[in-house]
């Protein structure tokens, strides 16, 4: 059988088998939705659950494919350009995961910026290594914050010659992409690997409108979200591995230890629709979209106290932007973003992806409309209208996060010789848990790290900006205990 990238063998062998209705005596229990209740199924429809099955030959296995599985996971990997694809059902935290324990081995140094998603903390603690960690860019006009630059990965490099690799996150959630063609030369230049999370960029490398991709540059290993933007279910997820330097062996031992062995077939036959739908049909839909959403943005900025963030106002030297995110700043408003997400939803029945203090954002894909983005910018209009707070802004600002790892973060997590101090007496500890204020939604503590007075000055700023009664209140993640008045470190 000749496969190209019109064909789907995985989707295809699932549907014929769904379409036999065979009697089953495997699992799942609900028996090809027989047994599903009622008021669910008749939602669903029956057809549905004749895609949930299990392993057996006929629909191959995840963890030793050799039949459709195999083919979509190469026909992925052509049309990303990648040496090897792996199909994941948990997401781009397998993926993230999974990188880090495949390129390190236990108390290899990493260097990477706090933009990283909280599974990359996980990677760093199951993997055993050390993080160096970089500080992000803040921009306080904008209220966003950068993935670490070109310049900035050259310096960390010459600093930490002994770091084996190089973690980068791009895009990040707001779209916006760092120079990967220049970061990939640095880090083979210097004999580093590259890793790449770029959850939200599975759809970059098929439309010339889109800043440049993993796939195009060279990264050693990279993950994709595939239903981030494109149809893929949510956790359909593609690990690509793309260099020679890296045993492949160790990354399928690592992928299979991690991944379930009951994967839901389901999703794994979107991955395999996704990748031929984005291949096939992805500049034509996405040549739309970006249409779309400029012209959202014009209409936006043309509003008095609520502006889009556009591709002028993103630093080109070293980023650049994924016009199909439609980041929207509210902080003219007197409202916090949140406040106004909670308006979207209630009045207008739209959900936007993420909210924080200062920002939405408006996350399109393959299957956004016009009518869709109409409704968002009437939205919009409506409670620029209607709408005027009274809350004081928060300055977005971080404390110098480039801290000493005095430990192992690993060691530090797992430790049991751990005891809780005061924050106000915390400085000179070894921290012994994450704490992740929102905003701006990145860990300024994570295990093994020194508290410094900076760090303790810029938390006890936050309590008290919250516990004034003024403002809306700045969740802080990780805390045990109903106010952060004392923080867990290692005795």
Not at 263 to 273: H, Q, T, V, W
Request: proline share 5%; glycine share 4%; hydrophobic share 35%.
């Amino acid at each position: 059988m000749r496969l190209t990238q019109s064909s789907t063998p995985l989707l295809d062998t699932l549907l014929s088998h769904g379409k036999k209705k065979v009697i089953s005596f495997h699992t799942p229990g609900h028996k090809n939705g027989v047994g599903i209740i009622p008021k669910l199924r008749n939602f669903t429809k029956r057809n549905v659950y004749y895609l949930d099955v299990t392993v057996f030959p006929e629909v191959d296995s995840l963890h030793d494919p050799v039949g459709c599985i195999k083919h979509a996971q190469e026909l992925a990997a052509k049309a990303y350009n990648s040496k090897h694809a792996f199909f994941l059902v948990n997401g781009s935290t397998t993926g993230n995961i999974a990188m880090l324990m495949s390129v390190c081995d236990p108390g290899d140094s990493i260097i990477l910026s706090r933009t990283c998603h909280k599974s990359v903390l996980a990677g760093i603690i199951l993997a055993n290594i050390w993080p160096i960690w970089l500080q992000p860019k803040v921009d306080q006009k904008r209220d966003l914050i950068y993935e670490v630059s070109s310049e900035e990965i050259q310096r960390a490099i010459e600093n930490y010659p002994e770091a084996k690799a190089v973690f980068i996150t791009s895009p990040t959630y707001n779209g916006i992409t760092t120079d990967l063609i220049k970061i990939a030369e640095i880090c083979h230049k210097h004999n580093k690997i590259l890793i790449v999370d770029e959850a939200h960029g599975p759809h970059l490398k098929f439309h010339p409108e889109l800043p440049v991709s993993a796939a195009e540059v060279g990264v050693d290993i990279y993950v994709h979200s595939v239903h981030k933007v494109l149809s893929a279910l949510s956790q359909g997820s593609i690990l690509h591995v793309n260099s020679s330097r890296i045993d492949i062996n160790r990354v399928k031992r690592v992928v299979s230890m991690l991944q379930t062995t009951s994967p839901n077939y389901f999703i794994l036959a979107s991955i395999d629709a996704a990748r031929m739908q984005v291949v096939k049909y992805g500049y034509k839909i996405f040549s739309k979209i970006i249409s779309y959403c400029e012209k959202a943005r014009e209409e936006i900025n043309k509003l008095p106290n609520i502006s889009a963030l556009t591709p002028k106002e993103i630093e080109s030297k070293y980023y650049d932007f994924d016009p199909t995110k439609i980041t929207i700043n509210v902080t003219r408003t007197g409202l916090t973003g949140y406040q106004i997400e909670e308006i979207l939803a209630k009045e207008y029945n739209i959900q936007v992806d993420c909210a924080d203090m200062f920002n939405l954002i408006a996350i399109t894909g393959i299957g956004t409309t016009k009518e869709d983005i109409n409704r968002l910018v009437y939205a919009l209009k409506d409670i620029s209208k209607r709408y005027k707070g009274e809350y004081e802004t928060w300055k977005l600002e971080l404390p110098p996060l480039s801290t000493e790892v005095a430990m192992l973060p690993r060691d530090a997590f797992f430790s049991h010789n751990v005891k809780r101090v005061p924050l106000s007496k915390s400085v000179g500890y070894i921290c012994a848990q994450t704490l992740t204020p929102y905003p701006p939604g990145l860990p300024v503590l994570t295990p093994g790290e020194r508290i410094t007075k900076d760090t303790v000055e810029y938390l006890q700023s936050l309590i008290s900006y919250s516990s004034s009664g003024k403002h809306h209140p700045i969740r802080i993640s990780g805390q045990e205990t109903e106010t952060l008045k004392t923080i867990k470190v290692i005795k």
